[in-house]
């Protein structure tokens, strides 16, 4: 089975960043920093645990969770689809070669791209971006 994204929405319930709410103009472009400040709610770790497991989340120290109300968990897309940021359009990608910290390289359980390179990943992204 080839690689790529299996719309599974794992990667948005619930999002984990590095960075808390006060941080994001810091690190977003100022367009991605206004939409997460509206759209991004903090949430808590067992929230996270419950969502996606406790092993996998417990891998995450120091990292922040935050719901995101654009997610729908009827149909588990997107409905910003077209005004989502950017980290979200270049997911995974993000999380292998823009997070220098421990966490880079972790993506998802399952995920779809989960075993490639960083190359791999932008080839699977493909006119996506
Ligand atoms: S976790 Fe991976 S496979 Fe699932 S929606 Fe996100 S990018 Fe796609
Ligand atoms: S904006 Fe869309 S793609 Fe980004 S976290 Fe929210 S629901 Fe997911």
Redo the contacts with the bound molecule.
């Keep these: 089975m080839g690689y790529g994204c299996k719309r599974c929405g794992r ?2 319930d619930p ?1 984990v960043l590095s960075y808390l709410k006060k941080d994001f103009r810091s690190y977003f472009t100022e367009e991605d920093a206004r ?1 997460t400040e509206r ?1 991004f709610h903090r949430v808590s770790r067992d929230y996270a645990a419950q969502r996606l497991g406790l092993d996998w989340v417990s891998t995450w120290r120091g990292a922040y969770w935050y719901r ?1 109300d ?2 729908d968990y009827v149909t588990r897309t ?4 077209d005004k ?2 950017g980290f ?1 359009r270049r997911f995974p990608l993000c999380h292998i070669i823009s997070d220098p910290g421990p966490y880079a390289n972790a993506l998802y359980p399952d995920c779809g791209f989960d075993g490639l390179t960083a190359d791999g990943i932008l080839a699977a992204l493909g006119g996506e971006q």
């Design positions: 990667c948005c999002v939409f759209h995101c654009c997610f997107c409905r910003c689809y989502r940021p979200c």
